[in-house]
C-alpha cells in the first residue's frame, strides 16, 4: 500500500509525510463534492458535512505521496477512501485522471444549460467519475463567470457551489495547483459568511492542496491560519485537527519540542470529545516521538494504550492499518528489549 522508508527517519511504513503520513489525517469535515441529484432543485446536496469518522468505514490516514491523486472531498456520504495507496485500492484510476472528451461531446455540453450540466456532472460524481466531472464544471463555471453581472440568485449560488466543487474535484483528480487557487476564491467567499465549519473546511483543503504542489510554506500558513480561527470560534474538534497536523509537520523537521506540545493539545481534546480514531493517530504519533527521545518505556506505554483503543468494536475496522502499524512498532521494542535483557544476563 505504501512506499517503505528507512526507520531511522520516519514511522515505520508510513513515507516521508511532507505531511502525508498514514496516520496522521483527522478530517471532521469534508464537504460533498456533489450538487443535490435533483433535476429540479440543484441545490447544495444537504448531506452532514461534517464527518464523523467513527461510521465513514474508510481509511484517512495513508501515504499521499505515492497515490497519484487527492482527497479534498467529503467521504461523509460518498462511501469509499480517496485516501490510499492505488496498488490495492481496486478502484478504476482513470476515475481520478481528466477525461478527454472528444470535439462532439464538448460541443454538446456547451450546447446544454446550466441545469441539464449540474444534473449530468451529478451522475458523475455518484459514480465516482472525477476525471469526466472536472470538464463539465469548468463549463458550468465558464457560463455562469459570462454572465456575473447577471446572474440570479439561484444562479450566484451555483457559482460558489462550483467553484467550491471544482476545488475538491481538482485537488481528488491531483491538479493541486488549479485546486489552489480555486480554494483561495473559495475562503475569500467565506470569510464573509457565518458558517465558520465551511471556512475552517476550506482552509484544510488549501492546506492539503498545497502541501501536495509542495507549497511548504503555504501550507503551514493554511494550518496555522485555521487553527487561530478554530481557538476564536471555540471549535474544538478543529483546533486538535490543525493541532495535530502541524505536530506532523514539526515531528519531521525534528522539532520534536513543538511537535510533543502540539500533540498533546491534540490528544487532550480528542479525549475529551471522545474522538476515538483520531485518537490512536495521535498516540501513535506521540509514541514514535518518545522512541526518537529514547523513552522507550513511556512509547511502549503508549503504543499499548493506542493498541487497545484500535480494538474497540467501533473503530477497529477504521483503524485497521494503524493497528498495524503499532503492532509492529511494539515488535520491535519488544525485542528490544528482549535483546538488551540477554546481553545484561
Given amino acids: 500500500m505504501n512506499s517503505q522508508k528507512n526507520d531511522s527517519n520516519h514511522p515505520e511504513d508510513s513515507s516521508q509525510h511532507s505531511h502525508e503520513d498514514q496516520s496522521c489525517k483527522h478530517n471532521p469535515s469534508k464537504k460533498c463534492c456533489k450538487y443535490e441529484n435533483d433535476h429540479n432543485n440543484h441545490s447544495i446536496c444537504g448531506h452532514d458535512h461534517h464527518h464523523d469518522h467513527a461510521n465513514c468505514g474508510h481509511d484517512h490516514h495513508h501515504d499521499h505521496a505515492n497515490c497519484e491523486h487527492d482527497h479534498h472531498h467529503d467521504h461523509a456520504n460518498c462511501g469509499h477512501d480517496h485516501h490510499h495507496g492505488h496498488a490495492n485500492c481496486g478502484h478504476d484510476h482513470a ?6 472528451f472528444t470535439t462532439t461531446e464538448m460541443d454538446n455540453f456547451l450546447s446544454k444549460n446550466v441545469e441539464e450540466l449540474i444534473y449530468f456532472v451529478n451522475q458523475q460524481l455518484e459514480n465516482e467519475n472525477f476525471g469526466k466531472a472536472v470538464p463539465i464544471l469548468e463549463i458550468i463555471s465558464n457560463k455562469l463567470h459570462a454572465d456575473k453581472n447577471n446572474l440570479n ?25 488549479n485546486s489552489i487557487q480555486l480554494w483561495k476564491q473559495v475562503i475569500a467567499n467565506l470569510e464573509n459568511e457565518t458558517d ?5 473546511e476550506a482552509y484544510y483543503n488549501a492546506a492539503l492542496s ?23 470560534h471555540n471549535l474544538n474538534e478543529w483546533e486538535a485537527t490543525f493541532e495535530h497536523e502541524l505536530a506532523v509537520y514539526y515531528f519531521e523537521k525534528q522539532d520534536l519540542k513543538t511537535s510533543e506540545q502540539k500533540l498533546m493539545r491534540s490528544i487532550n481534546i480528542f479525549e475529551q470529545t471522545s474522538n476515538q480514531e483520531s485518537l490512536v493517530a495521535s498516540y501513535y504519533y506521540l509514541a514514535y516521538l518518545k522512541e526518537k527521545l529514547e523513552q522507550i518505556e513511556d512509547a511502549k506505554k503508549i503504543y499499548e494504550k493506542a493498541l487497545n483503543l484500535s480494538k474497540k468494536e467501533e473503530i477497529r475496522e477504521i483503524v485497521e492499518h494503524e493497528r498495524s502499524l503499532i503492532e509492529e512498532r511494539l515488535a520491535n521494542i519488544n525485542n528490544k528489549l528482549l535483546k538488551a535483557k540477554l546481553t545484561n544476563f
Fill in 153 to 177: 440568485a439561484e444562479n450566484k449560488k451555483h457559482l460558489v457551489e462550483t467553484q467550491h466543487h471544482l476545488a475538491l474535484t481538482y485537488g481528488i483528480i491531483g491538479e493541486h495547483k
Fill in 210 to 232: 498545497s502541501e501536495q504542489a509542495h507549497l511548504e510554506n503555504d501550507f503551514v500558513s493554511y494550518l496555522n491560519t485555521g487553527l487561530s480561527k478554530a481557538v476564536q
Fill in 196 to 200: 465558520t465549519n465551511e471556512l475552517l
Fill in 95 to 100: 476515475n481520478y485522471k481528466r477525461h478527454q
